[in-house]
Each structure stands twice: as structure tokens, then as C-alpha cells.
């Protein structure tokens, strides 16, 4: 079966330094990867995917994310956290098996601190 | 331009309960998408629906049923509802039925099951 995991419920960090969400995925032929953002009681809001290329995928509000075939991950990163970067962020991976499905991790909390 | 819509924002029902939530997707997008995002279960596939035809279904019951209509808009039905469908039902589209089509998110109806 197709998955992502998302090992961290929550991630902290402060204004400024480095933000990074790890994602990491399991699923037959090429994977289609994708990155979503919510906000509290709204919907998903994506921010980047990688189908194919350069590993390194630039996306919306200055997040961008690393493609890694041999770790099989898709780790989210943005250079200098806001305050305004606190959400539940999603990987999902395209299902081969299933069309039109996308398959989500379970989501992880990002807590951004003045 | 015009994002996903969906209405109503809150849906209040009672167990055994017909539930309709509607959906329209953006401009000029022909796929259509349904998922559930429960408590403790995450997101949830549902449905998939492509210029009028149910194309894909999650594993969910068939009291969860839909449509699309001509002019590309959705609906969700939801039969005999209850206490575990109270959940955000979010609504996606995308430009086609292209395996790597990005799907866009509306901002989700909150069923609430009494």
C-alpha cells in the first residue's frame, strides 16, 4: 500500500531560525509528492509538489522542499520561520493504485515562537 | 480568480439524518474531489468525480454517495447519518484528470452529527 509518514506530531521553533518538516514515503513507481498547509478552520492550501527533476522544488511563501529517492523523503524547509508560518502541515503522495487519490500523512503541527 | 467554494460552512444534523453539502471548483476545472478529515482519523479520500462521472471511490460505505452536475459543481450526499460522519468534509479540484494535476482545496463544510 501506498503511505507517507510524518514522524513528528509537532515541531517547534523560533522566529528566524530554520524550519524544517520531514515527510517520508513509501509507494510503487514514481512518486508524485505534494505539500499542504492548514490554518485553523480553513481548508488545504498548497504549497509545492514534485513530479520529476531537480530534487530541489521551490513553492509558495518561501518553502521549498528536497526530494530524496534514496531516503524515500520529502522534507519541507523554509529558511527563516515567521510567526505566521504556525499550522498543520500535510504530505501526500499520489496513489498508483487509486486514481485521483491522494494519500496524506497524518499531519504535523508547526508552532513558530516570537 | 475564484478558489473553491463550498457551502454550507456548518451543517448541524441528527443521527439518521440526510445530509447534502455542495461544492463548486474553480474556473475552467473539470475534476472534482471529496475527502473526510475526521478526528484521529486524518484525511480521508472519499470520492473522485470527472466530467460527470464517479471515477474513484474510498473505503466508505455507499450511504456516502454524490454528483456532478454539468457545469462541473458537486454535491455530497450523506444517508442515515451517523455519530462518526461528524467531520470538516473538504471539497478539491483540479485542471483535469491528469495523475500529477494538482488538486485545490475549498474551505471545508464542518458536519456536526447530534
Known amino acids: 500500500a501506498q503511505s507517507v509518514a510524518q514522524p513528528e506530531d509537532q515541531v517547534n521553533v523560533a522566529e528566524g531560525n530554520p524550519l524544517t518538516v520531514k515527510c517520508t514515503y513509501s509507494v510503487s513507481g514514481n512518486p508524485y509528492l505534494f505539500w499542504y498547509v492548514q490554518y485553523p478552520n480553513r481548508g488545504l492550501q498548497f504549497l509545492l509538489k514534485y513530479i520529476t527533476g531537480d530534487n530541489l522544488v521551490k513553492g509558495s511563501y518561501g518553502f521549498e522542499a528536497e526530494f530524496n529517492k534514496s531516503q524515500t523523503s520529502f522534507h519541507l524547509k523554509k529558511p527563516s520561520a515567521l510567526v505566521s508560518d504556525s499550522a498543520l502541515y500535510f504530505c501526500a503522495v499520489r496513489d498508483p493504485d487509486s486514481w485521483g487519490k491522494l494519500q496524506f500523512g497524518a499531519g504535523t503541527q508547526v508552532v513558530v515562537t516570537p | 480568480e475564484a478558489g473553491v467554494t463550498q457551502s454550507p460552512t456548518h451543517l448541524i444534523k441528527t443521527r439518521g439524518q440526510q445530509a447534502t453539502l455542495r461544492c463548486s471548483p474553480i474556473?475552467?476545472?473539470?475534476?472534482v474531489y471529496w475527502y473526510q478529515q475526521a478526528l484521529g482519523l486524518g484525511l480521508q479520500f472519499l470520492l473522485w468525480?470527472?466530467?460527470?462521472?464517479?471515477?474513484n471511490r474510498g473505503n466508505f460505505p455507499p450511504r456516502f454517495s454524490g454528483r456532478q452536475f454539468p457545469n462541473y459543481s458537486s454535491e455530497l450526499n450523506v444517508n442515515a447519518l451517523e455519530l462518526e460522519d461528524s467531520a470538516l468534509y473538504l471539497c478539491?479540484?483540479?485542471?483535469?484528470?491528469?495523475?500529477?494535476?494538482?488538486?485545490?482545496f475549498g474551505p471545508g463544510t464542518r458536519l456536526t452529527v447530534l
Open positions: 468525480y470527472d466530467e460527470g462521472e464517479e471515477r
Open positions: 474556473s475552467g476545472h473539470t475534476s
Open positions: 478539491a479540484s483540479s485542471l483535469s484528470n491528469g495523475y500529477t494535476d494538482t488538486q485545490y
